[in-house]
């Protein structure tokens, strides 16, 4: 788990980052159509400007070093996300059976 909270940090600093995955997500959700793979896109995209809130401390009040809430939202867009990647593969190859 650290190893995904170390990997994910870098969203903290570049929050414009997490648009990439929600980008992806977009494509994928119009080559596959399924509707969870449109929830993964609007998690990440959700993502950005709550990070940027919290970055310009916005979203926060004092003491913005110390985020708790990311231990529930890194955990959380890892298994959306992967549960979206799970639902256009599924699609997929169905079309190809």
């Known amino acids: 788990m650290d190893l995904l909270y170390r990997t994910m940090a870098v969203l903290v600093q570049h929050p414009l980052l997490a648009a990439v995955p929600g ?28 990070e940027y809130g919290m970055k310009l401390r916005i979203l926060c009040s004092g003491e913005c070093n110390i985020r708790v809430d990311l231990l529930i939202l890194y955990p959380a867009l890892l298994l959306i ?17």
């Open 81 to 97: 996300s992967a549960a979206g990647l799970v639902a256009c593969a599924r699609t997929w190859l169905r079309r190809r059976s």
């Open 23 to 50: 980008g992806l997500f977009m494509v994928l959700y119009a080559g596959s159509r399924k509707r969870f793979v449109l929830v993964a896109a609007g998690a990440w995209l959700l993502y950005v400007p709550y």
